[in-house]
């Protein structure tokens, strides 16, 4: 059986234990939407990668939610911003584990996951992870103006290091 992990805020770990995940139930395209989750690997970074881009929505610390699913149950797979093709759990880790660069891969889980499913949770530190993009670091955003800045740390100061338009 596969094993995923899927971030949740620390505020929810109760209600999950009790009642397992519930799928996001907005479509878009041919993506019917799902439990999102990553493949857990021997790399922690990769296996816990979006949890500094989740925070940006501050909502507090975050939580991993360990589950395992047969491995012949089809997900979508791909990278976050691109096409996600549909494939078995199994044939999912193991793209996901040969991957060059794993960042910004997501796995999609199209229906919930039951609390007897469940394996472990657990607290995790805080600072793993990309913001913005796997790719983003060392590059300046591409909109600095207040609305797209708005409640970041260190905003006001990047806003006039980098020349926004907004701040003259």
């Not at 019917?32 to 021997?42: E, I, N, S």
């Not at 691109?82 to 078995?88: D, G």
């Not at 657990?122 to 670091?137: A, D, E, H, M, N």
Request: proline share 6%.
């Amino acid at each position: 059986m596969a094993m995923f992990v899927h971030l949740a805020p620390e505020s929810r770990v109760a209600l999950i234990r009790r009642n397992g995940i519930r799928r996001l139930r907005r479509a878009w395209n041919d993506f019917p939407g799902g439990v999102f989750a990553v493949p857990v690997t021997r790399n922690f970074y990769i296996s816990h990668q979006w949890l500094r881009e989740l925070k940006r929505r501050n909502q507090g610390a975050f939580a991993g939610i360990y589950f395992r699913i047969p491995d012949e149950e089809q997900v979508w797979v791909g990278h976050y911003g691109q096409h996600h093709r549909w494939m078995s759990a199994a044939e999912a880790v193991a793209e996901f584990s040969t991957a060059e660069d794993a960042q910004g891969w997501e796995v999609v889980i199209p229906r919930r996951i039951e609390a007897s499913e469940l394996h472990r949770v657990r607290q995790l530190p805080q600072v793993i992870g990309w913001r913005f993009s796997p790719t983003s670091k060392g590059k300046p955003p591409f909109c600095t103006c207040k609305f797209c800045t708005r409640s970041e740390y260190g905003s006001r100061r990047m806003r006039k290091r980098l020349g926004s338009p907004d701040d003259e």
